[in-house]
């Protein structure tokens, strides 16, 4: 989920990221943007928080700092979800 609110600087953010992300369209419509963040705890950006895919659990808050050691396989899973 980005904070950013102008669709350019989200389209050009959001290219150099590898994961997946809301479309900037449906964080406006939809609110997601304020509910996910107050949900999640978010204040300041950058915050990358990971999510299981199967649970919706939190596998880290600090997915900023440790998001490398997930696409290098390094990342030592603290539950049973698959980090891809």
């Not at 102008?6 to 990221?17: I, L």
């Amino acid at each position: 989920v980005s904070l950013v609110s102008v669709q350019k600087e989200y389209d050009n953010y959001r290219s150099t990221m590898p994961w997946l992300s809301i479309p900037f369209a449906n964080l406006w419509k939809m609110d997601l943007k304020d509910k996910l963040a107050k949900k999640f705890g978010v204040v300041s950006i950058p915050t990358l928080i990971v999510l299981d895919g199967h649970s919706g659990e939190i596998v880290t808050r600090n997915g900023k700092g440790q998001y490398t050691n997930y696409f290098t396989g390094e990342y030592e899973l603290q539950s049973s979800c698959v980090v891809s």
